[in-house]
């Protein structure tokens, strides 16, 4: 069963940056495609971010302040958020689908696949 654990949240003032990471075990597919979504009090849940791990293709919902990567043989995807502002005070989350699709599918209708996996997620706190 595929386990994905964020870590990296915090408070920070507007303007700041920070790192979230999400490392994945009990993989048994070397392809899959994970990506970054957050949900904002009484705001729905959207996609932020997402990459494929076989080429390193990304989808952006926002271009601009936040960027994904990826470390293979750490089966860990990180964020990182630059510049943030309080409307991005949010609980960001993982999630990983087990084969390799477009990155935009997965941050937008396979979010709702039942064979996508999520983390626990962690909070952003963005106020001065």
């Known amino acids: 069963q595929v386990q994905l654990v964020e870590s990296g949240g915090g408070l920070v003032q507007p303007g700041g940056s920070l790192r979230l990471s999400c490392i994945a075990s009990?993989?048994?597919?070397?392809?899959?495609?994970m990506g970054w979504f957050r949900q904002a009090p009484g705001k729905e849940r959207e996609g932020i971010s997402c990459?494929?791990?076989?080429?390193?293709s990304t989808y952006y919902s926002d271009t601009g302040r936040f960027g994904i990567s990826m470390e293979n043989a750490k089966n860990t995807v990180y964020l990182q958020l630059n510049n943030l502002r309080p409307d991005d005070t949010a609980v960001y989350y993982c999630?990983?689908?087990?084969?390799?699709?477009?990155?935009?599918?997965?941050?937008?209708?396979?979010?709702?696949?039942?064979?996508?996996?999520w983390g626990q997620g962690t909070q952003v706190t963005v106020s001065s």
């Open positions: 009990g993989l048994t597919s070397e392809h899959y495609t």
């Open positions: 990459i494929k791990n076989n080429d390193g």
């Open positions: 999630a990983l689908y087990p084969h390799l699709t477009t990155p935009e599918a997965l941050c937008t209708f396979l979010s709702r696949s039942d064979f996508t996996s």
